[in-house]
């Protein structure tokens, strides 16, 4: 039997630790979030992609969270790269950790291709960036790139299923259960606790009941226009 307040617990504790996805991250420019899902008849498994841009580590990664009967240990599992910058036009100099793009055309590295976009200020602002001026090169930054990929390629950056088993082989047995991209995300940072959130505390009863119909969105927050200082 798979306990409702035995899971929220867990992921309080993760949470308090700092073990649990935070999208205001510090370390990490949030563009993307998915939530997926899994269960079995007295198992179950939640893992969470966080796609973004880390300027420490000068990539776009993609984090992986993961949490379960199946999972060990719970939180952090691992990190991809989802996409990079091509060596032929990069995208920041490494030297001077800033970037270097120039917002009317840039080329990225994905799935081993490169491919190149020209986007116009109004497709940008289609995609809620605000392009800095006067144009040319250092005005855009590496994470808005990786936002306007998101609007204009969709849900591209996420780790397969052959990726989740790999990081955690034992829940392989388990069936798909729910995936997600929008929820009510509990604000970690500010101290609110996953029990203390209605997507999460009806994900939970959603898995021990076994019906994602019972999941609730509520009022989605994880678009990143939601985790971003609009005056930055």
Known sequence: ????????????????????????????EVADVRLTALRGQDAWAVFFDFVGFSPTEAQFVDDIYGYGTCV?????????????QSPKAPLWDA????????????????????RSFSPSIREYADAQ?????????????EVEILRFLVHRLGHLFFSSERELFELAPHCKNLSSFLVATEWRHPDVAGDEKPSQNSSIRSLVRAIAEGD?????????????????????
């Not at 001077?96 to 080329?107: G, I, L, P």
């Not at 605000?130 to 930054?141: H, L, M, V, Y």
């Not at 994602?212 to 930055?232: E, G, M």
């Open 72 to 84: 060990y240990p719970e939180g952090i599992l691992g990190q991809r790269v989802p996409l990079s």
């Open 1 to 28: 039997m798979i306990d409702v307040n035995r899971i929220l617990e867990d992921l309080d504790k993760h949470a308090s630790e700092f073990n649990f996805p935070v999208l205001d991250n510090a370390n990490v």
């Open 212 to 232: 994602p119909s019972i999941f609730d969105p509520s009022r989605p927050n994880t678009h990143w226009t939601h985790w971003v200082d609009v005056d930055a």
């Open 129 to 141: 960036i605000t392009i800095a001026q006067p144009p040319g090169p250092g005005s855009i930054r």
């Open 95 to 114: 030297k001077d950790n800033e970037c270097v793009a120039d917002w009317s055309k840039w080329t990225v590295v994905i799935d081993g291709q490169e």
